[in-house]
């Protein structure tokens, strides 16, 4: 079965750093297009980084300058690595992938989400 395990959420300072992990199973994870998704309270979840098995990445213009999203194929991890962190930055952080099958059908897979606060 797919399964996607964040960790390295907690309590950060405003201006302070975390770097989130996300290993992954049941996928050739090698192919895989991961992505990192956030949600505060009260708001819609966002799509934060992406990153292409070709190290392709793209960020939401929020985050541009301040996260970076990478790989790590032997241990079938990504990572988000957070940097100046901002109270706006609190939320809720998941890991993400898209398995497709044939053709375009895909499922979209879940990670159980990591909290990250940012105190003022």
């Known amino acids: 079965q797919v399964q996607l395990v964040e960790s390295g959420g907690g309590l950060v300072r405003a201006g302070g750093s975390l770097r989130l992990s996300c290993v992954a199973s049941?996928?050739?994870?090698?192919?895989?297009?991961m992505s990192w998704y956030r949600q505060s309270l009260g708001k819609e979840r966002e799509l934060v980084a992406a990153?292409?098995?070709?190290?392709?990445?793209n960020y939401a213009d929020s985050v541009k300058g301040r996260f970076t999203i990478s790989r790590d194929n032997a241990k079938n991890t990504v990572y988000l690595q957070m940097n100046s962190l901002s109270p706006e930055d609190t939320a809720v952080y998941y890991c993400?992938?898209?398995?497709?099958?044939?053709?375009?059908?895909?499922?979209?897979?879940w990670g159980q989400g990591t909290l990250v606060t940012v105190s003022s």
């Open positions: 993400s992938t898209r398995v497709y099958t044939s053709g375009d059908w895909y499922r979209t897979y």
């Open positions: 049941g996928i050739i994870f090698r192919i895989n297009t």
């Open positions: 990153i292409t098995s070709g190290d392709v990445t």
